[in-house]
């Protein structure tokens, strides 16, 4: 392979130095240059001045992951020094642990399975680090010149960075009312969570415009659901779907029929839940649905980490997953039960029009990772890139902050925006 001056940054905890050693060496010898402490740090030099002047020249960054490394003080300081730096993120697993408090940092990176520590395990890896500089747009390239990177989108239909969240929420309200008053042989999917509250309130807001309900004769089902959970449960999804949108409604006179409302149920009554959701996306197939995406890139309840075959999750109708504690605290740290009650996320992806809402600041390096990186079954969101007909509505702030500004669409108004989605 022809040497074209790659420079690795090498990030480790101090009890893997035979490990980083061999790494190096491997590196090397495929003719990219490492930098690691401390080897690298002269005697007598700040640490700290040395470590961050290597994270700014280098051409990409590789962490040695562990459990140790995980909750290492100086590594997330390392990682957020290339956040801040923009390097291309690597990690390479070396013990079979899933990142905690790191998780911020690296599920929005690629990674690479190390544990049996064999070296053709790498040659991914020499191949994604020499293809940095080659790849237009990617981070290694455009921090030289002062820039924001010009980037491609070969999936999106449209991105659209909104002046605030609300603005955003009221974009989403009006494609699910246009959508639902122009097909009511079709349903429309609610998310849930903080992003869809702004959208319940939107559509509070925006509901004085139609007559009678404005979700017409469409069907309305849920896209998640605590399973074994009573539906008056404080962590349930129904419940907060009928608190912040069904019950305003309903004193406006403008709730949906209860044969049209269709939220997951969490219990066995006389039905078996899954088969009804089942039933109901066959006879009315999904005409929009707005999916949240977590921080990490959970969606819909499908755990960051735990798949590694995409055929496992893309088919997938509604079924009962389970969710570790990593993931509850994007769901509801005070849910009782570890079981959700899902669409699938085959569903999702049947949608006539998908909304990818990212609303929080914090949610900005899954953006990026889903409009620039790989899709990895390791990272459910980026499985989204699947659909044909999907649009991101995020904030200016956030599209700041993920380095997508190129990528915005020109319109500002939700209502327009919505009527251009629905157009297109």
């Known amino acids: 392979m022809e040497k074209n001056e ?6 480790h905890h101090s009890s893997k130095a035979e490990l980083v050693r061999h790494l190096s060496r491997y590196l090397e010898k495929n003719g990219i240059e490492t930098w690691y402490a401390p080897r690298d740090i002269p005697a007598g030099a700040d640490w700290p ?22 909750s290492s003080q100086q590594v997330k300081r390392e990682l957020a020094l290339a956040d801040k730096y923009h390097k291309p993120v690597f990690w390479v697993k070396i013990e079979n642990v899933e990142p905690n408090n790191l998780g911020y940092f690296l599920t929005a990176t690629q990674w690479l399975n190390w544990l049996d520590n064999r070296d053709d395990t790498l040659d991914q890896l020499v191949t994604d680090i020499y293809a940095i500089e ?3 747009g990617t981070a290694a390239s455009s921090v030289a010149e002062g820039c924001i990177p010009k980037q491609e989108s070969s999936w999106v239909k449209g991105v659209f960075g909104f002046l605030s969240d609300r603005d955003a929420a009221e974009c989403a309200a009006r494609v ?3 959508m639902a008053q122009t097909h009511p042989d079709s349903s429309v999917i609610l998310p849930t969570g903080r992003s869809a509250t702004m959208i319940f309130r939107a559509m509070n807001k925006i509901v004085d415009e139609y007559e009678g309900c404005p979700f017409g004769e469409a069907h309305i089902i849920s896209d998640t659901e605590t399973f074994g959970v009573w539906s008056e449960h404080e962590t349930s999804r129904t419940k907060h779907i009928k608190d912040m949108l069904i019950m305003p409604l309903k004193r406006k006179h403008k709730e949906p029929s209860e044969e049209n409302l269709h939220l997951l ?3 066995y009554t006389d039905n078996d839940p899954v088969k009804s959701a089942q039933r109901i996306i066959r006879l009315f197939p999904p005409m929009v649905h707005a999916v949240s995406l977590s921080p990490l890139g959970e969606i819909l309840a499908y755990e960051v980490g735990t798949y590694h075959d995409m055929d496992e999750i893309i088919d997938d109708a509604p079924r009962i997953v389970e969710v570790g504690e990593h993931s509850k605290k994007y769901i509801d740290p005070n849910q009782p039960s570890k079981s959700i009650l899902t669409i699938g996320l085959g569903t999702a992806l049947q949608s006539e029009i998908l ?14 990772r889903l409009l620039n990186g790989p899709m990895t079954a390791g990272i459910p969101a980026t499985l989204l890139r699947n659909h044909p007909n ?11 902050e993920a380095k997508i500004l190129d990528l915005l669409s020109d319109i500002k108004n939700p209502n327009e925006a919505a009527k251009w989605i629905i157009k297109n």
């Open 6 to 11: 790659q420079k690795a940054f090498l990030s």
């Open 49 to 70: 001045n040395e470590i961050e002047g290597a994270i700014k020249s280098c051409s990409a960054f590789i962490l040695l992951f562990c459990a140790k490394a995980d």
């Open 134 to 136: 080659k790849t237009p």
């Open 176 to 178: 699910y009312f246009e």
């Open 265 to 267: 149920s969490g219990v």
């Open 355 to 368: 909304l990818i809402v990212a609303f929080d600041i914090q949610k900005a390096s899954i953006v990026s």
């Open 390 to 400: 999907a649009y991101i509505l995020t904030t200016e702030k956030v599209a700041v």
